[in-house]
C-alpha cells in the first residue's frame, strides 16, 4: 500500500513541485493549503506523514499538529518544512512533536527517502 | 547683516540675538525633522530588502526543487549533456538562495539585533563539519583543505550555528579567491594573546588583499573590486555578518595579508573554562 502523506503548503509553485516529486514517487498525496485547511482535513483522515510548512498563511504551522494530537489523529510522522533553520526554530519544532526540521528547498533524494522510511 | 564685532554691543544686539536664537530653533527643529524622515527611510528600506528576500525565496524554491526533478529523471530519462545543464541551473539557484540568506539576515539584524542562541560545543565537531561538506568543492577546485587542531582544545560557549556561519563564509571565501593547486587550512587553538580564548584562523595560499582594505572588506556591501564587470560576485555581507556574529560572543575577527601572499584570517572565541 502506498503511503499517505498530508502536504501543508501555502504556496503554489512549492506544492506543485513536491506533489509532482512524490507522486512520481508513487505516494498518495493531499494537499492543504492553510492550517484550517490541514486541521480539517487531517481530522477526517489518518495519514502516515505529513510535511507541514510552518510558515503559513493564517497561523503558525505548528498549531496543526497540536490539534491534530488533540483529536487523536496525529499523523504518524511529521516533518517540519522551512526557509531558515536555526537552533530556535529546530528547537520549537522538535518539542512540537516534529521528526526533524527540513530546509527548503529540500533536496528530492532526501524527501523521497525521508517519506519512504518513514512508511517503511 | 552685522558684520563688525563691536556692533554687538549695541542694544539692538539683543533683538540680533533672539532672532539668532529663534533662526537657530528652526534649523534645529529642520535637522530633527530631516532625521526621523531618514530614520523612516532606512527603515522601509530595511522592511523592503526583508520581505523581498522573503518572496525571492519561494519561486527559487520551485526552480530548485522542479529542476533536481528533472535531473534525477524521475519524469523521465534525460541525457548526460542534459543532466549537466540542469544541474547548473541547481548550482545557480542555490547560490542565489545563500545570497538571499544574507541580505534577509543583515536586514532582520538592522531591524531587530540578532541575539544569540548559547549551548557548549566543540570546534573540532564543526570543523570537522564544515570541512566535510566542502570535501567535494575541494576536490573540484584542485585544492588541499589541512586541519590542525590543538588535542587541548576546550569547549566553547556560544551559538554553534553562528559559528558555523562564520567558518563556512570563510572558508568560502577562501576557496573562491585561491586558484587551483593552492592550499586551504584551518588551524584552531588557544590564543596565547590573550587567556581564556579559543583562536581559530582559516588560511589560503591565494590572491591576497592589500593592507588598504584589510578594515574595507567587513564593511557592509563593500567589496575590493565594486565594478559591475568584477569577476568575483556575492552581496558584500558576507565578512559584515562574520564580524558581527564573532561580535556577539565577545570575540574579535580580523585579517592578516598582502597582495599575491594568500590571506590568514583570524577569529577568537571565549573558552569555556567551567566545563573542564
Keep these: ?4 502523506v498530508l502536504l501543508v503548503e501555502d504556496s503554489p509553485m512549492i506544492s506543485g513541485a513536491l506533489q509532482l516529486l512524490l507522486e512520481s514517487g508513487g505516494f498518495d498525496v493531499v494537499l492543504a493549503t492553510s492550517s484550517a485547511d490541514a486541521v480539517e482535513i487531517g481530522s477526517r483522515q489518518r495519514f502516515d506523514v505529513m510535511l507541514l510548512d510552518i510558515t503559513l498563511p493564517d497561523a503558525d504551522g505548528l498549531t496543526v499538529l497540536h490539534e491534530l494530537s488533540q483529536r487523536g489523529m496525529k499523523p504518524l510522522t511529521t516533518y517540519a518544512m522551512t526557509g531558515h533553520s536555526d537552533q530556535e526554530t529546530r528547537d520549537r519544532c522538535i518539542a512540537a512533536g516534529c521528526e526533524d526540521v527540513l530546509l527548503k528547498p529540500v533536496p528530492v533524494q532526501q524527501l523521497l527517502r525521508i517519506v519512504s522510511e518513514a512508511v517503511a | 547683516m552685522v558684520t563688525d564685532p563691536s556692533m554687538a554691543a549695541v542694544p539692538l544686539g539683543l533683538d540680533l540675538t533672539t532672532e539668532r536664537i529663534a533662526a537657530l530653533e528652526a534649523q534645529l527643529v529642520e535637522a530633527q525633522r530631516l532625521i ?24 527559487l524554491t520551485a526552480i530548485i526543487t522542479h529542476a533536481e526533478i528533472l535531473r534525477d529523471g524521475i519524469l523521465g530519462h534525460v541525457t548526460s549533456k542534459q543532466s549537466e545543464s540542469i544541474s547548473t541551473i541547481i548550482t545557480g539557484g542555490r547560490q542565489l538562495l545563500d545570497m538571499i540568506a544574507e541580505i534577509l539576515m543583515h536586514a532582520r539584524d538592522s531591524s531587530e539585533p540578532l541575539t544569540l542562541v548559547e549551548s557548549e560545543f566543540s570546534i573540532h565537531e564543526v570543523v570537522e563539519q564544515v570541512t566535510s561538506l566542502n570535501e567535494s568543492l575541494v576536490a573540484r577546485k584542485g585544492l588541499t583543505l589541512e586541519r590542525y587542531l590543538s588535542t587541548e582544545l576546550p569547549a566553547v560557549r556560544g551559538d554553534r550555528d553562528k559559528v558555523i556561519h562564520v567558518l563556512t563564509n570563510l572558508l568560502g571565501n577562501a576557496f573562491e579567491f585561491t586558484p587551483s593547486g593552492g592550499r586551504v587550512w584551518v588551524n584552531a587553538g588557544m590564543s596565547t594573546d590573550e587567556a581564556d580564548l579559543v583562536l581559530i584562523e582559516v588560511g589560503d595560499t591565494g590572491r591576497g588583499i592589500a ?7 567587513f564593511r557592509e556591501f563593500a567589496q575590493v573590486d565594486s565594478s559591475a564587470s568584477r569577476v568575483h560576485h556575492g552581496t558584500g555581507l558576507g565578512l559584515t555578518i562574520a564580524r558581527r556574529f564573532v561580535e556577539l560572543h565577545g570575540g574579535r575577527i580580523w585579517v592578516e595579508s598582502e597582495l599575491g601572499a594568500g590571506s590568514r584570517f583570524f577569529f577568537t572565541l571565549p573558552a569555556n573554562r567551567g566545563s573542564e
Design chain 1, 1 to 4: 500500500m502506498s503511503a499517505r
Design chain 2, 211 to 217: 593592507p588598504d582594505h584589510h578594515e574595507l572588506i
Design chain 2, 36 to 59: 526621523r524622515d531618514l530614520e523612516e527611510r532606512d527603515a522601509l528600506k530595511t522592511q523592503f530588502l526583508s520581505n523581498i528576500s522573503h518572496d525571492l525565496r519561494t519561486p
